[in-house]
């Protein structure tokens, strides 16, 4: 009976020892197997336009070194890095030719993008170029586009993100606004166009940020960081009016992507 008892006790501690091993490797190899791919899509505010220290092989995409999205993984060492966001592009375009990385072991997705459906570039041009009331009715027309069809634009964004990595985790960057009222500039844009400009850039904020929290992502804003540091306000952390090199006006330069961006990807990656 004795030898019974002991065999039976032996018997229950090596099954006990042989489950929690089993759960074990059971847990170690599904951490082994989590996804930790790291892809940066979106625009020229992903890409980095302003920042400086382009990656001669993106050529017009124009990626920097120094945006957000390369500084995260220089400082994270994700399994891989996929920096796709190019400068100019729209919300079909990040569906036709940025998402081709994404896939089961995508962990992290990072994105801008909204900004040219809206046709911002072509607002500050008619801002800077043009009177207050026709800059005030682009700003207008530009709001009326965010409202009444930019959702469904996003919609099918996020829906493509998803569909290519399910178990990603995406985080979705909105814009800064560019101008700090009554701040230290005493030419260029009336103080109601610029007053107009930074209504736009926040219906574009919360129009993005309902749109992806309504698919489960993470919205990242960037207003908070770049209070104090907009055009006007003595510590500008956009560029101006770039007369020798357009592409770069209105656009964070590498202050505003490591100060700016960087700690709100951060926190919500």
């Known amino acids: 009976m004795r030898r019974f008892r002991i065999t039976a006790y032996v018997t229950s ?5 042989g489950v929690a091993l089993t759960g074990a490797t059971a847990a ?3 951490e082994q197997a989590a996804p930790t791919g790291y892809v940066a899509l979106g625009d020229s505010y992903s ?60 962990g992290l997705v990072s994105l801008t993008v ?28 530009a709001k009326a586009y965010i409202q009444n069809t930019l959702p469904g634009n996003l919609n099918q964004v996020y829906d493509a993100i998803s569909a290519k990595a ?17 701040g230290s500039c005493v030419a260029g844009l009336t103080e109601n166009e610029r007053a107009a400009i930074n209504s736009a850039a926040d219906l574009l904020n919360s129009t993005t940020a309902k749109r992806a929290a309504d698919h489960g992502f993470a919205f990242g804003d960037v207003t908070t960081t770049f209070t104090g540091h907009e055009i006007c306000s003595g510590d500008s952390w956009l560029h101006s009016v770039n007369w020798a090199n357009p ?10 992507q490591s100060g700016g961006y960087l700690p709100v990807f951060g926190a919500a990656a």
């Open 13 to 17: 501690v090596l099954l006990a020892a």
């Open 28 to 30: 170690q190899a599904s």
């Open 47 to 106: 890409s980095g336009v302003g920042a400086g220290s382009y990656d001669s092989s993106s050529g017009s995409c124009k990626r920097s070194t120094k945006a957000y999205p390369a500084l995260w993984a220089a400082s994270h060492s994700p399994s891989s890095f996929n920096f796709t966001a190019c400068s100019g592009a729209r919300t079909g375009d990040v569906i036709s030719g940025q998402l081709g990385p994404l896939g089961p072991g995508t």
């Open 114 to 141: 909204g900004g040219n459906d809206a046709g911002f570039a072509d607002v500050m041009t008619t801002c800077v170029l043009q009177s207050e009331s026709t800059c005030i009715a682009r700003v207008n027309e």
């Open 166 to 182: 399910p178990v990603a985790h995406v985080v979705v960057l909105g814009y800064p606004r560019f101008y700090k009222l009554s």
């Open 247 to 256: 592409s770069e006006s209105y656009h964070p330069t590498a202050a505003g």
